[in-house]
């Protein structure tokens, strides 16, 4: 579904991708791994049309995106869960969710009880102000924001980073039912090792802006991936 071939990309004068490829599969978890400052978050940022990419193709169900924006990109089935979240935090959780209606038709634009079953708090918390939230409900209330826009690829920036142990295995909960659908294609970017290692169906590491490692999770030793993200 997703398809990104010779991807680069610039900050100013620095180059911060060198040449990245990889596939993302609908039904499949696709982890990027690597230590910190080795482009995964630049390399989301660039699928989710937040950063210009300098060269390379980025494909999606046979359509290229060539070079389009956060807007074009989201109306087109991308969704992105940034690191930090970025909910609003003077806006209620309902207010949150419906903010995901921009890429949706008048008709489409509701938000689902699908979505209060995969998040069962945000249904209970549905008047709290999302900066009222907790870090782990915050991020359930950004994953589920990038849901409502109905995506056929989600892009997890981080999803554990700061979230105490029980909400971290609700959301594993969560990424592997929609995996299991068969719908959604899922690019994970994630520094919990385990967590990334547990889920992904296939496999990226980079290091430097550089592909050093891209195959099926299943071809993959736990110890040998272990080795290269620590390089």
Do not use: W
Not at 36 to 58: D, E, F, M, Q
Not at 131 to 156: E, K, N, Y
Not at 218 to 223: K, S, T
């Amino acid at each position: 579904m997703l398809s990104v071939d010779d991807l680069t990309l610039h900050y100013g004068a620095s180059q911060i991708l060198h040449g990245v490829s990889l596939q993302a599969r609908p039904g499949a978890v696709t982890a990027v791994m690597g230590t910190n400052g080795v482009g995964k978050t630049s390399l989301l940022k660039a699928i989710a049309g937040r950063h210009p990419y300098s060269g390379g193709r980025i494909v999606l169900d046979g359509t290229e995106l060539d070079r389009f924006g956060a807007v074009q990109a989201a109306k087109h089935g991308i969704a992105y869960v940034p690191q930090g979240r970025e909910i609003f935090p003077l806006l209620t959780v309902t207010e949150n969710l419906q903010t995901g209606f921009a890429c949706l038709p008048k008709s489409e634009q509701r938000i689902p009880e699908r979505i209060y079953d995969l998040f069962p708090v945000l249904a209970q918390m549905k008047d709290r102000r999302g900066g009222d939230l907790s870090g782990g409900q915050q991020q359930q209330l950004a994953i589920a924001r990038a849901l409502i826009t109905q995506p056929r690829v989600l892009l997890l920036d981080e999803p554990t980073e700061g979230i105490q142990p029980n909400i971290i295995k609700q959301i594993g909960e969560v990424i592997r039912l929609l995996r299991n659908e068969g719908k959604i294609a899922i690019v994970l970017v994630e520094q919990f090792f385990d967590f990334a290692y547990d889920l992904a169906d296939d496999i990226v590491v980079l290091n430097r802006g550089v592909v050093r490692l891209s195959e099926p999770a299943a071809d993959v030793e736990r110890d040998r991936l272990l080795r290269e993200v620590s390089i």
